[in-house]
């Protein structure tokens, strides 16, 4: 058996970063074990490929959430990234940080350091922004961030207006001084390439030599010392393996499997692990508790003038977005079909903004099999303006239905499930139709096809929103930071409480959700928590 001072399970958008950094440090011996294979895939490096990995098996767990009632029953896809990057080499690349009063409270929870203030150095030193950097951006660092206001479909400029004329301010920076506003998405990519955490941190780390990434390795149990991990037991071609630690064991794969991989391995509420048949190493009711998750929904009108759909649907449209793409990386395929967006509030008396626009220059209304049609989108010129929520109060569960590592974990999302989501949630798609309504958009718009114009009535309103809502990708919580087990399961150093040389890093640690996308946060904490194993290993 082959001892490693570190081993980290998952090379997603934090555990890239954490391999990338012990890697760095040069102290050390590291393994990354990823379930997944390679991320040298045509779609996943081409942005716009995540229409084709968004249910391919080959780089994606491709999850089924249980139906929930609050979706009108449905049973929800949960994507997940199963490659060298995890989840941040399948995703929409969207750049978003998070609010300051997101991490402020996360600080203020009892987490000392994860404030905005204490976290905006490694934010500002991980990215390398092409809109150059300021009070709150940087440069230089592993990250490229495009700044794709020069880039986005004509359209996106009728979007902004009708925001700005609907009383949102134009924000030119929504990871600047401040959230609020309409704006052009800046995204992870690089000369027309996705920009995983992979391709930031891990690829480089590889290069150094004392990063060893086993990849296709499953793995399926942590091995545990009476309270101390001391290795991982996982699975390769078929073949049971173990590999031992010498100083810790980091779990980075992510809000669904941290906790599975806890709980198998006998970490999580003692009464579920001694239902299985699993031997109770250490109870912990939290563990795959407090799940919290964005749900979102899009409207989508038919325009007068032509959209993404005209140029991306017929053949001859493919072949020269496909050659300006081969020749020049540019164009549509270089970028997320969110090409604008923002933050409002549903409720002037809020102090900061509850809800998230994306503006999608083209639509996808009529579905097609196995796949998420970005590259086949609707026959007429659609576009779609779309919205989630971004701190419900709803919570769910992931939990763990067999001891059988390879069996999915149950996830229950209870989306919808409190009141204040439903009304948020009503008030945030009448201001999309509002924007809609707006001269800029108004012009442009022929109908609108969903939920269309028969919806209007609050109670329709609610049932096309729960029948139609799906969502939004970023699970997290499930691990959560806090200084009390009672409350928690990792401390604000990111060691599981009550255990010794084991951590979790990665977006389950998240102590509530942010405001947004979750990728930056989640790279952000493979950051924090490298700096924190780092100073404990000195
Ligand atoms: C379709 C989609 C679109 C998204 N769009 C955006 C966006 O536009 N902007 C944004 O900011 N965020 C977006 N997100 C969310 C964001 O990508 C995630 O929040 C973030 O990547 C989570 O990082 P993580 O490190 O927690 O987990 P992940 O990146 O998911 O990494 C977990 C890794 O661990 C591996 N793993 C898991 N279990 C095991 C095991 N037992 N053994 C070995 N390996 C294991 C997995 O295969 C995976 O590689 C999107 C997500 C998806 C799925």
Known sequence: ?????????????AGSVVAGRLSASGRFSVLVLEAGGTDQRFYVQMPLGYGKTFFDPAVNWNYKAEPDPGLGGNADHWPRGKLLGGSSSINAMVFIRGAREDFDAWASAGN???????????????????????QWRGTGGPLHVTDCSRAVHPLTKRYLAAGEQAGLPFNPDFNGASQEGVGVYQITTKNGRR???????????????????ETKALATRILFEGKRAVGVEYEQNGEKK?????????LSGGSINSPQLLQLSGVGPAALLGDLGIS???????????????????????????????????????LLVGMQYILTRSGPLSLSMNNAGGFFRTDPSMTRPNMQLYFQAFSTVIPK?????????DPWPGFSIGLSNCRPSSRGEVMIRSNNPRDYPRITANAYSTNADVDEMLAAVKFVRKIAAMPAMAEIIEEEVLPGPSIRSDADLIQDFRKRSGTVYHPVST?????????AVVDPRLRVHGLEGLRVIDASIFPDNITGNTNAASILTGWRGADLVLEDHK
Request: hydrophobic share 40%; net charge positive.
């Open 195 to 213: 920009m995983s955490a992979a391709r930031a941190f891990l690829r480089p780390a590889m290069k150094r030599g004392n990063v060893r990434v």
């Open 280 to 318: 109770v190493v250490h109870a912990n009711g939290n563990v795959g508790a407090n799940l919290q998750d964005h749900v979102g929904i899009n409207y989508t009108f038919k325009g007068k003038l032509p959209t993404l759909n005209q140029t991306l649907r017929p053949w001859w449209g493919k």
């Open 112 to 134: 000392p350091g994860w404030s905005y203030d204490d976290l905006l150095p490694a934010f500002k030193a991980l990215e390398d922004n092409e809109a150059g950097a300021d």
């Open 369 to 377: 099999s196995g796949e998420r049609p970005i590259l086949t989108p």
């Open 242 to 250: 173990t590999a031992r630690a010498g100083r810790e064991v980091i």
């Open 479 to 487: 691990c959560r930071m806090g200084p009390d087990a009672a409350r």
């Open 1 to 13: 058996m082959q001892t490693y001072d570190f081993i980290i399970v998952g090379s997603g958008s």
